[in-house]
């Protein structure tokens, strides 16, 4: 079946720490990729996409994702952690131009 | 407005009523999008706009739930004979082009919650 997977239901990291969080996705063909983030209270925003070309890819806020085709995969990585990153974040992936569909989400924490 | 502007953003209604939902995208944006977020779960689509159209309403999860967009902007997702199981927040989102995915990026209001009794 067709899935998007997000492993990591809640994860907790301490301020100035790396931070990776984990996707992965089911599907025939090599769809487009997302991570959205969602802090309380917002809407959700856009941290970066790839649709193809270099699998590493940058974002805003200090992130980046890496596409690897072998696992699956999509995880999105932080060097370092900032507090106001404590927030849910969303993989999605979308499979033509009608459907968007998302993981589960990952809430991350931050400790001080 | 500058975003995508969801009103009303709480509505507490009693199992039975009719329930509207009203998303007001951001000017100029042709992609309309509606979803529905359960707790701990991701979004999950309901249906989307491509002008006035409906594009694909393939994630409405029955007959109750409809939605219009008339004049190609304001959507309102409308609800009949709710049901406790249809307690969650509704997002709506917008996009310049067709399905967004030249851009990649929906752009997402705050959501409306809904809580049945």
């Known amino acids: 079946a067709q899935s998007v997977t997000q492993p990591d239901i809640h994860i907790t990291v301490s301020e100035g720490a790396s931070l990776e969080l984990r996707c992965n996705y089911s599907?025939?063909?090599?769809?487009?990729l997302f991570w959205y983030v969602q802090s309380p209270g917002q809407g959700l925003q856009l941290l970066l996409k790839?649709?193809?070309?270099?699998?590493l890819v940058q974002g805003i806020k200090g992130f980046e994702a890496e596409f690897k085709r072998s696992q699956s995969s999509f995880n999105l990585r932080k060097p370092s952690v900032h507090w106001s990153d404590a927030a849910e974040y969303f993989c999605a992936v979308g499979l033509n131009n009608n459907d968007m569909r998302f993981g589960a989400g990952t809430r991350l924490t931050v400790k001080p | 407005g500058a975003g995508v502007s969801q009103t009303p953003s709480n509505k507490v209604t009693e199992k039975g009523k009719y329930v509207e939902l009203r998303c007001d995208p951001i000017s100029g944006h042709t992609a309309l999008y509606w979803y529905r977020q359960s707790l701990g779960q991701g979004p999950e689509f309901l249906i989307y706009?491509?002008?006035?159209?409906?594009?694909?309403d393939s994630g409405l999860p029955n007959d109750r739930f409809f939605a219009v967009r008339p004049e190609g902007s304001v959507s309102t997702l409308k609800i009949q004979r709710t049901e406790r199981g249809d307690s969650a927040v509704y997002l709506c989102a917008s996009s310049l082009t067709f399905g967004g995915l030249n851009t990649g990026e929906l752009f997402f209001g705050e959501g409306s919650r809904l809580t049945v009794l």
């Open positions: 599907y025939g063909a090599t769809p487009y």
């Open positions: 790839y649709f193809s070309g270099d699998t």
């Open positions: 706009f491509q002008g006035t159209g409906a594009a694909d």
